[in-house]
């Protein structure tokens, strides 16, 4: 369950997931270790290439990568951790048209994003009789994402997305960026 309040509502998320509790419990240690590893460094670069090992060791993502955006909004990939069969795209810079302004401030506001299955269907979600302000779903975690971004990714062969923003002093400073060949939950 994700819960979170919006314009005086309660807003609850709920996944179903089949995952014993000891393996939930395993992931929190794996975490709190991989957290412990990033704090240690001591240079942005080490930071960042800590960070795509540790978020690929205990996601499973095939590829995990960090954007560093520059002051024009483009952003450089400095840091990749990846299955060997993929590509590298380290050191490929990507242009500012990429990532949208409207987007960027959603990943400035809800600074994860998750697309479990790139080919799943959207479901809609139906207001309550009687209410008429719409829900505003900037902070939703499952919420759908553009079909622009859902295509794009379909064109790369991406099956499954995971984006976690790194927001400095309110500006898209960067972002690691992970993606997966299938779904993944």
């Known amino acids: 369950a994700i819960v979170h309040g919006s314009h005086g509502r309660v807003i609850a998320e709920f996944e179903s997931r089949d995952v014993p509790a000891d393996t939930v419990a395993l992931f929190a240690v794996k975490a709190h270790s991989s957290i412990e590893r990033v704090r ?3 240079s942005v670069e080490g930071l960042l290439e ?24 483009s952003g ?3 840091a990749e951790e990846r299955d060997a069969a993929l590509d590298p795209y380290l050191g490929w810079r990507f242009p500012a048209s990429d990532i949208p302004a409207q987007a960027r401030r959603l990943y400035i506001e809800n600074t994860m994003r998750l697309i479990a299955d790139v080919g799943s269907t959207p479901v809609a979600v139906r207001g309550a009789p009687g209410i008429d302000q719409p829900l ?6 499952l919420r759908s994402v553009s079909p622009i971004h859902i295509e794009y990714l379909q064109n790369i062969g991406v099956g499954a997305s995971m984006s976690l923003s790194i927001v400095l002093e309110g500006r898209l400073w960067g972002m690691l960026a992970c993606h997966h060949r299938t779904p993944r939950h």
Request: proline share 0%.
């Open 40 to 42: 240690r460094q001591r």
């Open 50 to 73: 800590t960070a795509v090992r540790q978020v690929r060791e205990f996601t499973g993502f095939d590829r995990v990568m960090a954007y560093r955006f520059r002051a024009d909004d």
């Open 76 to 78: 450089d990939i400095v």
């Open 136 to 141: 505003d779903m900037s902070h939703g975690v």
